[in-house]
Nanobody, 117 residues
């Protein structure tokens, strides 16, 4: 069973960069046809897709966050990383890493990030 664990600072100041890491177990981030995704859920709102990095290293981002978002990976650590620049209080949310491939998908537990001075 693929396991994902998102981690990072729980509190970020406005205008700073949010950086989160997703550590993957029981799968390899470069395995064929796998997609490593970031999703968030602001308080009282629905899930919002942020973007993903594919097994090939190709990235795709939500148009609403494109320009502020970068997803990368460290294959030696089997991790993906989310960076969100110039954060505002509207970026406060529970951030999830998720993944999927042929015949499987997995979600991490999520990590709370609060943007506040």
């Amino acid at each position: 069973e693929v396991q994902l664990q998102a981690s990072g600072p729980g509190l970020v100041k406005p205008s700073q960069t949010l950086a989160l890491t997703c550590t993957v177990s029981m799968a390899t981030i470069t395995q064929n046809w796998s997609y490593w995704t970031w999703i968030r859920q602001p308080p009282g709102k629905g899930l919002e897709w942020i973007g993903y990095i594919a097994f090939s290293g190709t990235t795709t981002y939500s148009s609403s966050l494109k320009g502020r978002t970068a997803i990368s990976r460290d294959t030696s650590k089997n991790q993906s990383t989310l960076q969100l620049n110039s954060v505002t209080p509207e970026d406060t949310a529970v951030y999830y890493c998720a993944a999927g491939g042929t015949y499987w998908d997995a979600w991490g537990q999520g990590t709370q990030v609060t943007v506040s001075a």
